[in-house]
């Protein structure tokens, strides 16, 4: 089961893009990468997983290491809603079960 | 994505007594829905897994006779704190997944506050 590793923390300007990086040195081969983010007081919100190739959608892209040790989410042109807690997760799988296992994530905080 | 709804969305009550908090998929088959506990300044603790017309899984350390979860449809889960403490005072997540390998979609929350 792979574990991720991401800052506590990170500041980045309004309109500037966001870059959060997330160390997973030990994912296996068939295991997606996978985004959430969490906004005070709300559930999570789900915003991309990849698996080797990568990803963009309409809220960000994930780039992910060819290695797949390291992936990092880019929210090209960052607004205070933003600002939230950002979870990378590698699910753990148990017989074909996948479920995820939130870590402290990081603090994204996006500056006016 | 799919759309959850969770209901209340707060709720206080007194020691004692019992809260059901219902979590609902609005747009979506949820052949598996889970249920998470967050406390202050913490992140999210998986307590329970279940799957439609199944019991639930509980993860270690969670009473299951405390928490009952029922998961009777695919649009629908239930969460009832049985004689609540001030201890069980959390946000209770629930999340819903179709497939076992798809995306989890999770709601907007239930705050609980036990007196």
């Known amino acids: 089961d792979a574990k991720t590793t991401q800052p506590t923390s990170m500041d980045c300007a309004e309109g500037r893009a966001a870059n959060l990086p997330c160390n997973h040195s030990t994912i296996s081969g068939n295991e997606y990468v996978y985004w959430y983010r969490q906004i005070h007081s709300q559930g999570p919100q789900y915003i991309i997983h990849g698996l080797k190739n990568n990803e963009t959608n309409e809220m960000a892209s994930l780039i992910i290491t060819e290695d797949r040790k390291s992936s990092t989410l880019i929210l090209p042109h960052a607004t205070l809603r933003d600002t939230a807690v950002y979870y990378c997760?590698?699910?753990?799988?148990?017989?074909?079960?996948?479920?995820?296992?939130f870590g402290t994530g990081t603090r994204l905080t996006i500056i006016p | 994505g799919a759309v959850v709804s969770q209901h209340p969305s707060w709720v206080i009550c007194k020691s004692g007594t019992s809260v059901k908090i219902e979590c609902r998929s609005l747009d979506f088959q949820a052949t598996t829905m889970f249920w998470y506990r967050q406390f202050p300044k913490q992140s999210l603790m998986l307590m329970a897994t279940?799957?439609?017309?199944?019991?639930?899984?509980?993860e270690q350390g969670v009473e299951k006779d405390k928490f009952l979860i029922n998961h009777a449809s695919l649009t629908l889960s239930t969460l009832t704190v049985t004689s609540a403490h001030p201890e069980d005072s959390s946000f209770y997540i629930c999340s819903v997944r179709g497939d076992p390998t798809d995306t989890q979609y999770f709601g907007p929350g239930t705050r609980l506050t036990v007196l």
């Open positions: 279940s799957n439609e017309g199944s019991k639930a899984t509980y």
């Open positions: 997760i590698v699910p753990i799988s148990n017989f074909g079960n996948e479920k995820l296992t």
